[in-house]
Every structure is written in C-alpha cells, then in structure tokens.
C-alpha cells in the first residue's frame, strides 16, 4: 500500500547509457514532482507535472526527459548519462499544486554513473 | 519564495521535547510555513505546516510568532527514530508547488 513507489531503488551504469526511472503515486494526486539530491545533500526541484502537463522545468539539462503517461505516473528519463548525474533523485506528489498542499515523497532512487 | 535561517545542528535527549527554531523574517503575508524531515537515506517526510495560527498533529507543534517572523517545530517526546534533518520551508501562496529545501537542522536525538 506503498503511497509512492520508485523503481530502481539503486542503478549503477556507464557514462554515456540511457537509463529511466519509473514513479507511482496511488493516492490520487493531480501533480506529482522530481527532485534531485546531490552529494552534499542539497535537494532540488527539476521538474512538476499537474494533470500530465509540465508546469516546473528548472534549469536541468534537455538530456532529462520527464514523460507522465497518466495522472498516476512519472518516469524520469536521462539520455548520454554523465558522472554528474550520479544522485539521489525522488520523485513526489500532492493533491494539486499550491502552498497549502503537502509533498508525499517516494523512498529515492541512487544513480550512480561510472 | 522567503528564505529561512536554521541551526546547523542541535541535540536532544531522548523522551525530551525537542525544540527546532526557524528565522524567516522576510516572509510574506500569503507565504505558508513548512516543515519536513528527512531521515537518512529516506525521502523527506512532511511533518506540519501553517500559515498564521498554531498547528498541532499527531507528530509535532507548530508555533509561529505574532509577526511571523520566526517559527519553532516541537517535538513532545523525541525518540531515537526521530533523528533526522529538519528543514524549514517557506511557500508564497502562488507558488507552483515547488519546495526550495535549505540545509536544514540535523537534529540528534541520544540516549
């Protein structure tokens, strides 16, 4: 009864692999999010998507593709992977957009690029 | 968004309450005040948040001052499983829904 769900939790690859993570969310949010945790622990916002529709591109590199299939999903796809991209990202999602919504987050996938 | 000023780090004994302050002195009337923790290797976990009133939930106390300007998170009983950082988040009530996290507040929670 996982509220939202990641996979992988942990991918190890090449520079220079394509690679893709999926999100879940059951709870029946409209927006959902990526963010990106780097090594010294600072989390960021990359992207925001509310009903399918990106709202959120923060300055993130275009080999970043976010694709949400339906309301329920979010996958994050990276293209020419580079030793940069190794993080922590996490994937979240709230009722609608807005300051008065929480952020439920997923448990966090770990990209690491050799 | 207003930014937010925390301690780095703070200590607490277990089955104390654990008191964490936040400084946002620039924020603005229709700007919320939010807390998350993150324990390690965890995504970060909503706690609370408010607007101008005190809030209570199953996990923590918010207080917020009269002028807003600063804010503390309570937690009645901490346990060891609290320990965790603590971010403290403002969010402008126009905000797309984006969460600005700082560094946070490593609170330890001993024995």
């Known amino acids: 009864d996982t509220a939202v769900s990641q996979t992988p939790k942990y991918l190890v690859t090449q520079m220079g692999n394509d690679k893709s993570i999926k999100c879940e969310q059951n709870l029946g949010h409209d927006t959902m999010y990526w963010y990106k945790q780097d090594s010294k622990k600072f989390l960021k916002i990359m992207f925001s998507y509310n009903n399918k529709e990106l709202i959120i591109n923060e300055t993130v590199p275009n080999r970043f593709s976010p694709k949400s299939p339906d309301k329920a999903h979010l996958n994050l796809h990276i293209n020419s992977l580079e030793l940069g991209d190794s993080a922590v990202y996490f994937c979240?999602?709230?009722?609608?957009?807005?300051?008065?919504?929480?952020?439920?987050f997923g448990p966090g996938t770990r990209l690491t690029v050799l | 968004d207003a930014k937010t000023t925390q301690p780095p780090s703070m200590d607490c004994a277990e089955g104390r309450a654990a008191n964490l302050p936040c400084n946002h002195s620039t924020i603005s009337g229709n700007e919320y005040v939010y807390w998350y923790r993150q324990i390690h290797s965890q995504g970060p976990q909503y706690i609370i948040h408010?607007?101008?009133n005190n809030e209570t939930n199953e996990m923590a106390s918010l207080i917020i001052t009269e002028d807003r300007k600063s804010s503390t998170l309570i937690l009645p009983h901490a346990t060891l499983r609290d320990t965790a950082v603590y971010y403290c988040?403002?969010?402008?009530?126009?905000?797309?829904?984006?969460?600005?996290f700082g560094k946070g507040t490593k609170l330890s929670v001993k024995p």
């Open positions: 408010g607007l101008k």
């Open positions: 988040i403002v969010r402008s009530g126009g905000s797309q829904g984006n969460l600005i």
């Open positions: 979240a999602s709230s009722f609608r957009q807005g300051a008065s919504n929480e952020q439920f």
